[in-house]
């Protein structure tokens, strides 16, 4: 059975992540986002497919949820997991969702608050910019997992393999090599095809 997953957070790579999975047949059940405007054009467009997505008012609203996805900046992730992990605390003895979030810079152990709590956390990094505004096939996005547990792990694989595309299970240490590369090697050829036709 596929896990309900829902988003905190509604930018690029939420919109990008969310409409991929609803297209495979995963459930996004909810999603929160400090930013209504954000938020709501995500839920329309999961909505315009058929989707029952509800708008979380708060992040306690994702603890029903299999799989979390933190799917924001990465100066803002550590804000993020912190407000999750207080919203979560009053519930560390029951069942609380896996979480991961999106970066490639970011490692794992900044959810370590969550994992205090008994959550399963990981990582689901797309090699690529993703856009809200471009359509993305994900069978062209590389990703790279990691996990902190084997349940976690295979639900990873089986959303990557859904997914499509190829994908690697890194730890933080490589995954940061590999995000370090790919910014330099797009970043660089911008810049030099910037200075080639000014």
């Given at each position: 059975?596929k896990?309900?997953i829902?988003?905190?957070?509604?930018?690029?790579?939420?919109?990008?992540?969310?409409?991929?999975?609803?297209?495979?047949?995963?459930?996004?059940?909810?999603?929160?986002?400090?930013?209504?405007?954000?938020?709501?054009?995500?839920?329309k467009?999961?909505?315009?497919?058929?989707s029952?997505?509800?708008?979380?008012?708060?992040?306690?609203?994702?603890?029903?949820a299999?799989?979390?996805?933190?799917?924001?900046?990465?100066?803002?992730?550590?804000?993020?997991?912190?407000?999750?992990?207080?919203?979560?605390?009053?519930f560390?003895?029951?069942?609380?969702?896996?979480?991961?979030?999106?970066?490639?810079?970011?490692?794992?152990?900044?959810?370590?608050?969550?994992?205090?709590?008994?959550?399963s956390?990981?990582?689901?990094?797309?090699?690529?910019?993703?856009?809200?505004?471009?359509?993305?096939?994900?069978r062209?996005?590389?990703?790279?997992?990691?996990?902190?547990?084997?349940?976690?792990?295979?639900?990873?694989?089986?959303?990557?393999?859904?997914?499509g595309g190829?994908?690697?299970?890194?730890?933080?240490?490589?995954?940061?090599k590999?995000?370090?590369?790919?910014?330099?090697?797009?970043?660089?050829?911008?810049?030099?095809l910037?200075?080639?036709?000014p």
């Amino acid at each position: 059975m596929k896990p309900d997953i829902a988003f905190a957070g509604a930018g690029n790579v939420a919109f990008r992540f969310a409409l991929a999975m609803q297209e495979k047949g995963y459930n996004i059940s909810a999603v929160y986002s400090r930013t209504a405007k954000s938020r709501d054009r995500l839920i329309k467009a999961l909505r315009a497919n058929g989707s029952g997505t509800q708008a979380a008012e708060s992040l306690q609203e994702l603890r029903t949820a299999s799989l979390v996805v933190i799917a924001v900046t990465d100066d803002a992730i550590e804000e993020v997991t912190a407000a999750l992990a207080e919203a979560f605390s009053p519930f560390r003895d029951n069942t609380l969702p896996a979480v991961v979030h999106t970066s490639g810079a970011t490692p794992l152990s900044v959810l370590q608050p969550l994992a205090e709590l008994g959550c399963s956390c990981g990582v689901l990094y797309p090699l690529m910019t993703l856009n809200r505004n471009k359509n993305v096939e994900f069978r062209d996005v590389p990703l790279l997992l990691e996990a902190s547990s084997n349940e976690l792990r295979s639900v990873l694989d089986r959303i990557a393999d859904d997914l499509g595309g190829e994908y690697y299970f890194y730890s933080s240490e490589d995954r940061l090599k590999m995000h370090v590369a790919a910014v330099f090697t797009t970043n660089f050829v911008n810049y030099l095809l910037g200075l080639a036709f000014p």
